[in-house]
């Protein structure tokens, strides 16, 4: 099955994850609640990414050690770039961290009929940018505190 095609007029907010059984994303974080950067592969979603686009960070992992899901939301700040030679494709990001307690359990989203179809949930595997559509940003927007 080939992956959905991203339209621009549908983009409601590419979806970066982080995997953190691998990193310890919770810790980073506490220290330093602002991801500037983040590796994506290249590709033509890469290649539609821009400045001023929404961008939301999802967390993942084993399913009972973390609350797992939505944990920041922001925007590409510009153009992702290749990095040095061996090293992987990053896009700049200005997207801060959620407090702990404001962050959206991936079992809440999940129930949401609005949302249960997120490509996050479809490949969990896929690399990043994933995607949301106008209808599923709006939806998690819902969610958001303020």
């Not at 090293?87 to 999940?110: G, N």
């Amino acid at each position: 099955m080939s992956e959905p095609r991203v339209r621009l007029d549908d983009l409601g907010a590419w979806l970066i994850k982080g995997n953190a059984d691998l990193v310890d994303l919770a810790a980073g974080f506490a220290r330093k609640p602002l991801v500037t950067s983040w590796c994506v592969r290249p590709g033509y979603r890469t290649r539609l990414m821009c400045a001023g686009q929404p961008v939301v960070f999802w967390a993942s992992g084993s399913r009972g050690r973390l609350p797992y899901g939505l944990w920041g939301v922001g925007q590409v700040t510009g153009a992702a770039e290749p990095g040095a030679p061996g090293q992987p494709w990053s896009v700049p990001l200005d997207l801060p961290i959620l407090a702990d307690q404001d962050r959206i359990s991936r079992l809440l989203l999940r129930a949401d009929d609005r949302l249960a179809a997120l490509e996050v949930f479809r490949q969990p595997q896929a690399a990043n940018p994933s995607y949301l559509t106008v209808a599923q940003f709006a939806a998690l927007r819902t969610y958001l505190p303020g």
